[in-house]
């Protein structure tokens, strides 16, 4: 969840200009994105559905071009950038960017990067043949972690678009098989690099796989991909996709990578149906072993990953995995002393990790360990568990975090993006990586996100380091709306000033009028309205009412 990754998107400004935004990404490797630019039934039960059907000759390069020249379109998302440190500010950073999706069935569902249309609640695309007309589309479902999203064309656009494309059928490109391709394969990407008007197409070779973080393992390729390819389909000799552009490496030639469609199909059912999928986690760490470790540990000493940790609440602890166990199967893989396996379909090994997100989510996988010298066979469902507490949060897809503001002082529903932006920042203490933990994600918690320059706050930032807070006038608080309870229940000792103690045990106490004249100074040279809890501690403690 927590992104290291450096990666630059390219965007297509509201005026026109090109501008840079910097977003992190997964791995120590610096990587460029190549971005560009903006649930339902069973795929069986689909009007049209996802065409995968075999081609039995191989087709030439520009006929595969002429076939899905309308089927390759440019997508626009109009970015409305929210404000993780004040959300009442959000609205001040938009601009657009420039991608490219394409057609999987004739009833509008197209696919791109999830990181085409994060956070842009309007997301169009446009044809060439069209010129600039637009046609909106909606977001059906996304996979943020392996960078990849589900749209359609809404229903009351697409026979109009079909008219004026005066076709009967918009033509959907054939999702392929990844797992065939070999290296020095030849491979064809379609798109709009650098966000010009017409398709583009750009042919190189499979180099090879490499596993990218997050996304997982992917399909490096010679073939030149740009700013604006993001999205856009790779296609094999026989016309059929099999990847998805996502990555080029910065200040590189002829290293960029592509997310394999096999990847993709594993999740389609569900990206139908669910609006956002999350990755997998089982729940361990584990660690390299020696053969020497595991003769002391009286285990096999051909394999096996030690298990350092099982996290509380996880699947690994549901199916009764133990700190101490060594896993040596999975799937009836062996598992070497690094973690790797060898499948039967692959020319190389492949991270146990990377092999288990490419399996298809509420799939049982099977793991044989040893306990003690004792073998042990046991089973582990792959599947979303219940959202917790603290987790990640995908603007316009998802309800906004709960926040209030008082005398200069933001304090939010802690996510892992404040953790993220912490750690960007270098302000992250050690104590509060432990929210990345699914143990510490089960209940919610409290964070100063923002202090105002100005703010009789700022005078106690330094308590604020880490900025977790835990008691608000005496009283334990882990929600918003627990913060504005204790706010107004004032404090006991004094009810002239607001206490606050943070989860390492810093200490202020401010006068609450202070913070109640600063919130007025605030509102008016920021434009922004005073909250009910301000209004409410207006009338209580008899002050004038705060004017926005």
């Known amino acids: ?5 450096l990666s630059t998107m390219l965007l297509l400004s509201i005026s026109g200009q090109l501008q840079c935004k910097r977003t992190k990404h997964t791995d120590d490797l610096i990587q460029q994105r190549v971005p560009t630019h903006e649930t339902t039934p069973d795929l069986k039960k689909q009007s049209a559905p996802i065409a995968e059907s075999v081609l039995d000759t191989k087709i030439k390069w520009p006929d595969i071009c002429s076939k899905y020249k309308n089927s390759v379109v440019q997508i626009y998302s109009y970015v409305n950038v929210f404000n993780l440190s004040d959300p009442s500010k959000t609205g001040s950073e938009q601009y657009i960017v420039a991608g490219t999706g394409f057609f999987i069935s004739d009833d509008g569902y197209l696919l791109t990067n999830f990181h085409v249309i994060s956070e842009a609640p309007v997301v169009e695309v446009r044809f060439p043949a069209l010129g600039d007309q637009s046609f909106e589309v909606k977001i059906v479902g996304c996979f943020p972690e392996k960078d990849f999203a589900l749209l359609k064309i809404k229903d009351s656009s697409l026979q109009s678009l079909k008219d004026l494309l005066k076709v009967n059928n918009i033509t959907p490109l054939e999702l392929g098989d990844s797992d065939k391709l070999k290296e020095s394969q030849k491979v064809m990407c379609m798109g709009y690099p650098l966000g010009q008007r017409n398709l583009k197409i750009s042919l190189g070779n499979i180099s090879g796989r490499e596993s990218m973080g997050e996304i997982g393992e992917c399909a490096q390729t010679t073939t030149p991909i740009n700013h604006g390819n993001s999205g856009g389909p790779f296609l094999d000799e026989n016309g059929k996709v099999v990847g998805i552009a996502t990555l ?64 509380l609440k996880s699947l690994a602890e549901k199916a009764k995995i133990q700190k101490g166990d060594v896993i040596y199967e999975i799937d009836g893989f062996k598992i070497d002393r690094y973690g790797y396996i060898n499948p039967s379909w692959r020319d190389a090994k492949i991270a146990v990790s990377d092999y288990i997100s490419q399996l298809k989510i509420e799939s049982t996988v099977s793991l044989t360990i040893y306990r003690d010298g004792e073998k042990l066979s046991l089973q582990i469902q792959l599947k979303n568990e219940d959202e917790f507490a603290v987790k990640e949060f995908h603007p316009w897809l998802q309800e906004a975090p709960d926040f209030e503001r008082i005398g200069g002082i933001v304090v939010a529903q802690l996510t892992l993006n404040h953790l993220q932006h912490f750690i960007n920042e270098g302000h992250c203490k050690q104590k509060m990586l432990k929210y990345t ?9 409290v964070i100063v996100s923002c202090i105002y320059p100005g703010s009789v706050a700022l005078d106690y930032q330094p308590q604020f380091f880490n900025p977790i807070i835990n008691m608000v006038n005496d009283i334990e608080v882990k929600t918003v709306q627990d913060f504005r309870d204790a706010v107004l229940a004032g404090n006991k000792k004094n009810p002239d000033y607001l206490t606050i103690e943070t989860e390492d045990g810093f200490f202020a106490a401010i006068p609450l009028k202070d913070l109640l004249d600063e919130e007025q100074s605030i509102s008016q040279t920021n434009y922004l309205q005073e909250s009910n809890l301000v209004k409410q501690l207006c009338e209580k403690y008899s002050t004038s009412s705060i004017e926005s």
């Open 437 to 445: 933990k699914i143990k510490h994600q089960q209940e919610p918690r």
């Open 248 to 311: 080029k490496v910065e200040n590189s030639d002829g290293i960029g990578y592509f997310i394999p469609i096999n990847t993709v199909k594993t999740s389609l059912d569900t990206l139908f149906t669910k609006k956002i999928i999350k990755k997998v986690l089982l729940g361990v760490d584990l660690q390299p072993t020696t053969a020497e470790t595991l003769k002391f540990l009286g285990n096999p000493t051909d394999g096996g990953v030690y298990v350092v940790e099982v996290e």
């Open 1 to 5: 969840m927590i992104k290291k990754l």
